[in-house]
């Protein structure tokens, strides 16, 4: 897999991480996703962020999350945002490419392009301002979550992907193609947390708030 992401990086023009960068996993680990109805709560909670960046009234934000029982899947940070618009709005702005990258995991996506945004994946969210239900929308998308084995490898281009992107900018070079280190580092966000690794050295999966994107 290692090798894989490797290819990948050298097709892609990019500085390759040191040959001991770290694994995200243990050779003896399973790997699973998160519930599917928990990855689909994460992105209509990420939908809803991004539509109070952009005028969503919180009072709308706030029931439509209510109605739709989510608001015990909202982390603070993300309820002080939405209720008072407290907190970087850019910051929560950046939650499209881990939208992005959660909406792949699902397969409402097709690719997940490392030079570019998916296309249209704004029209495959809850329709939040014609009062589409979080339950209506899920049986509109019908996600087919993708092979867990799949995600992972994902997940390890991506982590690579992160220290080449971050690199390229410390030495001030550009990227490739239409994104950034911040969209790749939302990308890989969304896969840490969708992708479970089971094994001895492993603590239960954490909150989205708790995935560590320091190493």
């Known amino acids: 897999m290692r090798a894989a992401s490797f290819q990948e990086l050298t097709r892609l023009g990019v500085p390759l991480p040191p040959d001991t960068y770290p694994l995200v996993w243990e050779p003896s680990d399973a790997v699973e996703l998160r519930p599917t109805g928990e ?16 005028g969503m009234p919180p009072e709308a934000a706030e029931k439509w999350l209510d109605g739709n029982r989510l608001i015990p899947d909202v982390t603070e940070p993300e309820w002080a945002f939405i209720s008072e618009e407290v907190g970087d709005r850019q910051s929560f702005i950046l939650h499209l490419d881990a939208l992005s990258g959660l909406a792949w995991v699902l397969g409402i996506s097709k690719t997940l392009d490392p030079l570019a945004a ?8 809850p329709d939040l301002l ?13 996600a087919a979550p993708r092979d867990p084995t799949v995600v992972a490898a994902a997940l390890d281009l991506h982590y690579c992907l992160d220290w080449s992107f971050q690199e390229l900018e410390r030495q001030g070079l550009p990227c490739p193609g239409e994104l950034n280190a911040n969209a790749i580092g939302q990308r890989r966000w969304a896969l840490e947390w969708a992708t479970v690794f089971v094994g001895e050295f492993h603590e239960p999966p954490g909150g989205w708030e708790e995935v560590d994107l320091s190493v």
Do not use: D, K, N, T
Request: aromatic fraction near 8%.
């Open 39 to 54: 990855l689909e709560a994460r992105v209509a909670i990420l939908h809803v962020l991004l539509e109070r960046c952009f």
């Open 130 to 142: 014609g009062g589409e239900s979080f339950e209506a929308w899920r049986a509109r998308i019908l």
């Open 118 to 125: 998916p296309p249209r994946v704004l029209e495959q969210m």
